[in-house]
């Protein structure tokens, strides 16, 4: 069984620019959350998807933006990158949308921007 | 909303010390808590998970966690640590929102130890 996997690993922008970090579910894992982790803080949660749908958001503006696709491998967008934006972005998948269900974390992507 | 609290950034301790990571949760009807583990450039691996029922809670090498709803605490511990367990852990609460389902995590805990 494969695990969540993401990519790239590390990725630099200058700011202004823009990005795409992608994701791919563990098999069978129908949604999946985006977590951004700020040099010494705790994961904050971005957004979910589940089936390809937004399915909650988190305190996170609209230049944050994601896609599920069909295979539910999933992409985090990044416009207008910030200083701020520099961090560690984690995916998580998740069995089913039930309270309580372990979501299942990637290696995650560590971007700086410059 | 909820909140989770780790009460200690650091804690040092030497091989086959006992210790003890503390977490308090802010209060809610149910909760759903999780302590996951971080080692060093890698992403979170769950370590155990309390959902309902017994309130001592088993997980992974050896680690265990007491949930304690009178002083909304899930406080993680393991008798006996090795070097290997070296990693920063997070304490988390499940908080549903519209439907989905959402961690909610405190600052995190780096446990040190040393031979």
């Known amino acids: 069984e494969t695990g969540v996997t993401q990519s790239p690993t590390h990725l630099i922008k200058t700011r202004g620019q823009q990005v795409t970090l992608r994701c791919s579910s563990q098999?069978?894992?129908?949604?999946v959350s985006w977590y951004q982790q700020a040099l010494g803080q705790g994961p904050q949660f971005i957004f979910q998807?589940?089936?390809?749908?937004?399915?909650g958001r988190g305190n996170f503006p609209p230049r944050f933006s994601g896609l599920q696709f069909p295979n539910y491998s999933s992409e985090l967008n990044v416009n207008a990158l910030e200083l701020d934006d520099s961090a560690l972005y984690l995916c998580?998948?998740?069995?089913?949308?039930?309270?309580?269900?372990?979501?299942?974390f990637g290696p995650g992507t560590r971007l700086l921007v410059l | 909303a909820q909140s989770v609290t780790q009460l200690d950034s650091q804690v040092p301790v030497f091989e086959e010390a006992p210790v003890e990571l503390r977490c308090n949760y802010s209060?809610?009807?149910?909760?759903?808590l999780f302590w996951y583990v971080q080692y060093p450039n890698q992403g979170l691996q769950l370590l155990l998970k309390y959902l309902s029922g017994s309130t001592l809670v088993k997980g992974i090498n050896g680690f265990e966690a007491e949930f304690n709803k009178s002083q909304t605490s899930f406080h993680l511990r393991k008798p006996s640590v090795h070097i290997s367990d070296t990693a920063e852990y997070f304490c988390a609460v499940s908080e549903g929102q519209g439907g989905s389902e959402k961690l909610v995590f405190g600052k995190g805990t780096k446990l040190t130890v040393n031979p």
């Open positions: 998580a998948s998740s069995f089913s949308l039930a309270p309580g269900e372990t979501q299942y």
């Open positions: 098999s069978g894992h129908n949604t």
């Open positions: 998807y589940y089936r390809e749908e937004e399915n």
């Open positions: 209060s809610s009807v149910s909760v759903y």
